[in-house]
Nanobody, 124 residues
Framework: QVHLVESGGGLVQAGGSLRLSCADS????????MGWFRQAPGKEREFVAA????????YYADSVKGRFTISRDNARNTVYLQMNSLKPEDAAVYYC?????????????????WGQGTQVTVSS
C-alpha cells in the first residue's frame, strides 16, 4: 500500500523559496513515477512537475519552468519539489502523487495514489 505524506509547506514572501517533501511510509517509491500537482481555491487541480522512477526524466508546467525543480532520493524514499522565486499565483495546496508506470505523466488520471496535500501561501 502506498501512503504518501507531504511536508514543507508554509507562508513565504514573494520571491522566496520553499522545498516540499513527499515521503512514502508504506513502500518504496523507487518503482513509481512521481508527480506534484496543485489546487488553488476555486480552481481545478493542475499539473506542476513529474519525474520518472530513476530521476533521469522530468517535466514541468510552463508556469513553473525555470523556478521549480523536482527531484527524488530513492534511498530515502522521498521526492522533493524545490520552489524558488515564488509568486502569489503559486499559492495553493500542493499534492504529491504516485504513478505505477515508469513515465513522466502530466495528467492526474495517470496517478493512482495521492497525498493529503500541503498548503503553500505566498504573500505579496
Amino acid at each position: 500500500q502506498v501512503h504518501l505524506v507531504e511536508s514543507g509547506g508554509g507562508l513565504v514572501q514573494a520571491g522566496g523559496s520553499l522545498r516540499l517533501s513527499c515521503a512514502d511510509s508504506g513502500r518504496t517509491i523507487s518503482s513509481l513515477g512521481m508527480g506534484w500537482f496543485r489546487q488553488a481555491p476555486g480552481k481545478e487541480r493542475e499539473f506542476v512537475a513529474a519525474i520518472n522512477r530513476s530521476g533521469s526524466r522530468t517535466y514541468y508546467a510552463d508556469s513553473v519552468k525555470g523556478r521549480f525543480t523536482i527531484s527524488r532520493d530513492n534511498a530515502r524514499n522521498t521526492v522533493y519539489l524545490q520552489m524558488n522565486s515564488l509568486k502569489p499565483e503559486d499559492a495553493a495546496v500542493y499534492y504529491c502523487a504516485a504513478n505505477p508506470a515508469d513515465s513522466v505523466a502530466l495528467t492526474s488520471t495517470a496517478y493512482a495514489y495521492w497525498g493529503q496535500g500541503t498548503q503553500v501561501t505566498v504573500s505579496s
